[in-house]
């Protein structure tokens, strides 16, 4: 393979089987049915699932090929007050569904949004080498295989940043 797309990373937090699961089976194995004794344990049933994120995180971040994860996103909403009435208002982005440390981790970190209908475009969050800024598309681009190609030959040294061709006409 020339690179691996890890579609959705967010099943290793709330998938089945995930670190949520991990910590509810955690507690139960400590407390059982006993709410009290569960709520004095809540913290410690962290322990082992946390250990079993962080030995994920670094086997991927040993991954010797591009990796490219993708997280779901959970949309965010709030009240606001529309001619004295309340009305519930969903943000235009979104936080991912996963260890918020994880992204400290990444070279590059977007957002793809909607416009006019249309999905996959961009909004970076983090982009941690300047070279890699070009091969993103601009804000009235979406992003295709192209970008993809060459972030990826980017990753892996064999050529100098520059935008993919497909996309600068």
């Known amino acids: 393979?020339?690179?691996?797309?890890?579609?959705?990373?967010?099943?290793?937090?709330?998938?089945?089987?995930?670190?949520?699961?991990?910590?509810?089976?955690?507690?139960?194995?400590?407390?059982?049915?006993?709410?009290?004794?569960?709520?004095?344990?809540?913290?410690?049933?962290?322990?082992?699932?946390?250990?079993?994120?962080k030995k994920f995180i670094a086997r991927l971040l040993r991954c010797k090929l591009p990796l490219i994860c993708c997280l779901r996103g959970e949309e965010k909403t709030h009240m606001i007050k529309e001619d004295g009435k309340n009305k519930v208002v969903t943000d235009r982005f979104s936080s991912p569904i996963f260890d918020q440390r994880f992204i400290f981790e990444m070279l590059v970190n977007f957002e793809t949004i909607e416009k006019d209908g249309k999905g996959g475009f961009v909004i970076p969050r983090k982009i941690t080498h300047p070279n890699v800024a070009p091969l993103l598309p601009r804000p009235d681009q979406q992003i295709t295989v192209a970008h993809g190609a060459a972030l990826m030959a980017w990753c892996n040294g064999t050529t100098r940043a520059k935008a993919p061709a497909a996309v600068i006409a």
Do not use: F
Request: include cysteine.
């Open 1 to 53: 393979a020339d690179g691996v797309v890890y579609d959705s990373l967010t099943h290793e937090h709330n998938g089945e089987g995930g670190i949520l699961d991990m910590q509810e089976a955690e507690l139960d194995r400590m407390a059982g049915k006993d709410w009290g004794k569960r709520e004095a344990c809540k913290m410690a049933a962290w322990i082992k699932p946390k250990i079993a994120h």
